[in-house]
């Protein structure tokens, strides 16, 4: 089709534009995967985490965006992933009633993780927020190569579980 210098030329052109797209698309990975980072290194529930644990944690964590009124989770059916909810609020269902509404980085589905039923709750998000969405199957993958991080967060789940469980006996 084309030959000689012309041809030459598009050769030459395809590949800057296939090199752009890709480190454009490197980029972008790279940029996500710092996102990642800094928000794990920002949540309470793994500070007692080591840079590295943290590190490994990102196979098992995604960073998105949720919109307002999204259903996070779906009471009655299995999601396979739990969520913490960066900056905003999330209220929590049963049975169509309304029973919390939570903010300060929740930990939300981690019930369906601790005994692998389908989820108690509806929750659904407030407001347009960050999320980190924590697959339970490859989380319990790393839970087991790497006992301590298996340990320290599943001391910090229990600790949520039991200042909400205090909460309820108060009122």
């Known amino acids: 089709m084309f030959t000689g210098a012309a041809g030459r030329f598009v050769c030459v052109a395809l590949v800057v ?20 980072s800094k928000a794990l290194s920002q949540v309470k529930l793994f500070v007692a985490l080591t840079d590295a644990e943290r590190d490994a944690l990102r196979t098992a964590a995604t960073l998105r965006r949720g919109r307002a ?10 999601s396979g992933r739990m969520f913490i909810v960066l900056d905003g609020q999330a209220e929590v269902w049963v049975n169509e009633r309304r029973i919390a509404t939570l903010s300060g980085q929740p930990l939300l589905g981690e019930i369906e993780f601790l005994d692998e ?3 108690t709750a509806d929750v659904l998000l407030l407001q347009e927020t960050d999320l980190i969405e924590l697959d339970n199957a490859v989380l319990t993958g790393l839970m087991e190569k790497q006992p301590r991080l298996g340990y320290v967060l ?16 108060k009122k």
């Open 154 to 169: 599943m001391r910090e789940i229990a600790k949520i579980e039991a200042q909400r469980l205090r909460k309820t006996t």
């Open 117 to 119: 039923l389908p989820a």
């Open 17 to 36: 534009m296939f090199g752009c797209l890709v480190n454009s698309s490197f980029a972008s990975d790279e940029a996500k995967s710092l996102a990642l």
């Open 69 to 78: 009124g999204e259903r996070i989770i779906e009471q009655g059916k299995h």
